[in-house]
């Protein structure tokens, strides 16, 4: 066990719609990262909180969106879903700004249909 | 930009064999260099990282790996592995002069071990 929970574990939606993922970093991480991983991508970096504010961003869609908050926790949201943004969603979370060891939670793994 | 490269999309090795798997990343500039592994509908889990210092990195499960910044390499090995070992192994690299951290993960090595 990791220590960073992620919400839902799976998650089926339709082409339209919009959806929340949920990541609980190890406690007293302040780093959080995004990835996103799919069979033609692979692993790919989405964005990084780090205490609240957005570091540095990836390769994220403009239809999705993040943030940190108070506690925390991060979400990931994800709006207008294509059959494309099917895929597993990883959160990561890191004790120190340098990210010198990302824990990563078990990933939300999201189907759109 | 960093990018990272893992030739071998498989490697079938016998159990007890010994195993490599190989990960080259593009700029020698200052990097750390993770491995970790992802076994089915898992996350990833670490198995060591090089940050500085010694250039022979020994992680959990009996892996241990080498940085070679002239051949900007970063091969993972096991003397001996066993079909617990059957998985999907990632090599990253981070670019600590760039300011994000974020990890360039490679597309990833499906070992199958044989028994």
């Known amino acids: 066990d990791s220590g960073v929970t992620q919400t839902p574990k799976h998650l089926i939606t339709a082409t339209g719609q919009r959806v929340t993922l949920r990541c609980s970093p190890r406690?007293?991480?302040?780093?959080v990262y995004w990835y996103q991983q799919s069979l033609d991508q692979g692993l790919q970096f989405l964005i990084q909180?780090?205490?609240?504010?957005?570091?540095a961003k990836g390769n994220i869609l403009e239809r999705f969106s993040a943030q940190q908050f108070p506690d925390l926790h991060s979400e990931l949201n994800l709006s207008s879903l294509e059959l494309g943004d099917s895929a597993l969603y990883f959160c990561?979370?890191?004790?120190?700004?340098?990210?010198?060891?990302?824990?990563f939670g078990q990933g939300t793994r999201l189907t759109v249909v | 930009a960093q990018s990272v490269t893992q030739l071998d999309s498989q490697v079938p090795v016998f159990e007890e064999a010994p195993v490599e798997l190989r990960c080259n990343y593009s700029?020698?500039?200052?990097?750390?260099l993770f491995w970790y592994v992802q076994y089915p509908n898992q996350g990833l889990q670490l198995l060591l990282k090089?940050?500085?210092?010694?250039?022979l990195v020994k992680g959990i499960n009996g892996f241990e790996a080498e940085f070679n910044k002239s051949q900007t390499s970063f091969h993972l090995r096991k003397p001996s592995v066993h079909i617990s070992d059957t998985a999907e192994y990632f090599c990253?690299?981070?670019?600590?002069?760039?300011?994000?951290?974020?990890?360039?993960f490679g597309t990833g090595t499906r070992l199958k071990v044989l028994a």
């Open positions: 700029s020698s500039v200052s990097v750390y």
């Open positions: 990253a690299v981070s670019d600590p002069s760039s300011g994000t951290y974020k990890y360039i």
């Open positions: 990561a979370s890191s004790a120190d700004r340098m990210n010198t060891e990302a824990f």
């Open positions: 090089y940050l500085s210092g010694s250039t």
């Open positions: 909180y780090y205490n609240g504010e957005e570091r």
């Open positions: 406690s007293g991480d302040l780093s």
